[in-house]
């Protein structure tokens, strides 16, 4: 009897070592719960590690503008709202004589403010 009763403790404790061995997310959290400062330091270098393995050279070097394409975009952007306003004037004559040859291919009609003048009924 006290045979199979050490017997029992024995295989109630080797089962129990086995469930905590199986315990994956248990043990995970134990773990993180006694050593945090070792795990964002692992996760981060981790990261640091992922992104130097799967970042992607550009397939050609970018070439500098030099100093013509600097002073060439300095140009452009000192231009740009001269151009912008030389265009929206020249769009404005534009509509404004297409309105003006429209108006006078219309008949022109009377304008509303004056009176027709009265005309004299002669009698028989």
């Known amino acids: 009897m006290r045979l199979s009763a050490?017997?029992?403790?024995?295989?109630s404790q080797q089962a129990a070592d086995l469930r905590q061995r199986f315990d994956v997310p248990g043990r995970l959290l134990q773990s993180l719960r006694g050593h945090p400062l070792a795990w964002l330091?692992?996760?981060l270098a981790s990261a640091f590690g992922a992104t130097l393995l799967l970042h992607r050279s550009p397939a050609t070097p970018k070439r500098g503008r030099g100093w013509r394409g600097l002073l060439g975009s300095l140009a452009l952007s000192a231009?740009?709202?001269?151009?912008?306003?030389w265009l929206a004037a020249q769009l404005q004559q534009f509509v404004l004589a297409q309105l003006h040859s429209a108006a006078m291919l219309?008949?022109?009609?009377?304008?509303?403010?004056?009176p027709e003048p009265r005309r004299r009924v002669q009698s028989p």
């Open 41 to 43: 330091g692992g996760g």
């Open 6 to 11: 050490a017997s029992r403790g024995q295989l």
């Open 106 to 114: 219309r008949p022109r009609s009377k304008p509303a403010d004056r």
């Open 79 to 85: 231009a740009r709202p001269v151009i912008k306003n």
